[in-house]
């Protein structure tokens, strides 16, 4: 008798075990793999966060109940056994545990792929663990990066007589991100289309001097130098290995010979255009880059 109920128990047990086993495997299946090897809050001195995009500086978390929602965060980054994480992806935000023992783990993530231990992984809840941690430990700056007035960017310029002239800017082209994994491309005017619509009343005229030169700014990367005559006609082509003169092409570094050039024009008016390329925000999720090409624009009197 005693042999029959041990037997029942321990049958029971075996199918209580793989009942439970059955369960994790289904919960690891649909809800992803739990991050192995993380530390218990109590093991943990310090969290040290790091989100780029939001502050400048690392946020150190030293509180115990700030230590232990850093450490419960990582339960926001099951991952799939089964899906392989794209390795041009980069992380996001970093958190490292700093033990009581010395010793230092890290992990790091973006919105898609969680990097643990060495490998990326596709994290089952996409977006979760980001919109979390903003929530509990970047929420003012954040807002404050929202309130903050944009930074201008930096556009090309020009000197003269000891005088430095803000240009007219034209957006001649862009590329960005409109949201739902698209991205749309618009055109704008350039100097041609303001000569021929008789709108150069805005554009700033400055007076030939020998010292005369264009400052570009390392934001942006110079792509050709136009010179045309008021019937907006181009006389002068200026690129990185030719120049176009009259419609003659002339093998030459167009951007260290436009001095020259310009000097040697007659007498009369002048419209010129610095055509220049900017990089934009990456969008990392796509990887791809917003850009613009902008012509910077002025009347040149000699």
């Known amino acids: 008798?005693?042999?029959?109920?041990?037997?029942?128990?321990?049958?029971?047990?075996?199918?209580?075990?793989?009942?439970?086993?059955?369960?994790?495997?289904?919960?690891?299946?649909?809800?992803?793999?739990?991050?192995?090897g993380v530390p218990a809050p109590e093991d943990v001195q310090k969290a040290v966060i790091s989100y780029p995009q939001a502050a400048d500086e690392a946020k150190e978390v030293t509180d115990a109940e700030q230590v232990e929602l850093a450490v419960?965060?990582?339960?926001?980054?099951?991952?799939?056994?089964?899906?392989?994480?794209?390795?041009?992806?980069?992380?996001?935000?970093?958190?490292?545990?700093?033990g009581n023992d010395g010793r230092v783990t890290a992990v790091s993530a973006n919105r898609n792929t969680v990097w643990w231990k060495g490998k990326a992984r596709v994290i089952k809840d996409p977006d979760l663990f980001i919109?979390?941690?903003?929530?509990?430990?970047?929420?003012?700056?954040?807002?404050?990066?929202?309130?903050?007035?944009?930074?201008p960017e930096a556009g090309v310029r020009a000197a003269a007589g000891g005088i430095e002239y803000e240009l007219y800017q034209l957006i001649s082209a862009d590329y960005g991100y409109v949201g739902d994994g698209s991205f749309a491309s618009g055109s704008g005017p350039?100097?041609?289309?303001?000569?021929?619509?008789?709108?150069t009343e805005e554009l700033p005229v400055i007076k030939w001097n020998d010292d005369f030169s264009l400052i570009v700014p390392d934001e942006v990367e110079l792509n050709a130098i136009e010179v045309l005559n008021r019937e907006g006609e181009r006389l002068f082509g200026f690129y990185p290995e030719t120049i176009s003169r009259y419609g003659e092409e002339l093998a030459a570094d167009g951007f260290k010979e436009y001095r020259k050039y310009f000097s040697e024009l007659p007498?009369?008016?002048?419209?010129?255009?610095?055509?220049?390329?900017?990089?934009?925000d990456y969008i990392q999720e796509y990887d791809q880059y917003e850009c613009s090409v902008e012509q910077y624009v002025f009347c040149m009197e000699k």
């Open 1 to 36: 008798m005693k042999n029959k109920y041990v037997k029942w128990a321990v049958r029971t047990c075996l199918q209580i075990l793989v009942v439970v086993l059955l369960l994790v495997c289904f919960s690891i299946f649909f809800k992803g793999m739990y991050l192995i």
């Open 72 to 98: 419960k965060l990582t339960g926001f980054l099951r991952y799939s056994l089964f899906e392989e994480a794209d390795e041009r992806e980069q992380p996001l935000i970093t958190i490292e545990y700093h």
């Open 131 to 151: 919109n979390l941690t903003e929530g509990i430990f970047f929420l003012d700056d954040l807002a404050a990066a929202k309130t903050a007035p944009p930074q």
């Open 190 to 199: 350039r100097l041609h289309n303001l000569l021929s619509d008789g709108e």
């Open 267 to 280: 007498e009369g008016t002048y419209y010129v255009a610095a055509e220049v390329y900017r990089e934009g």
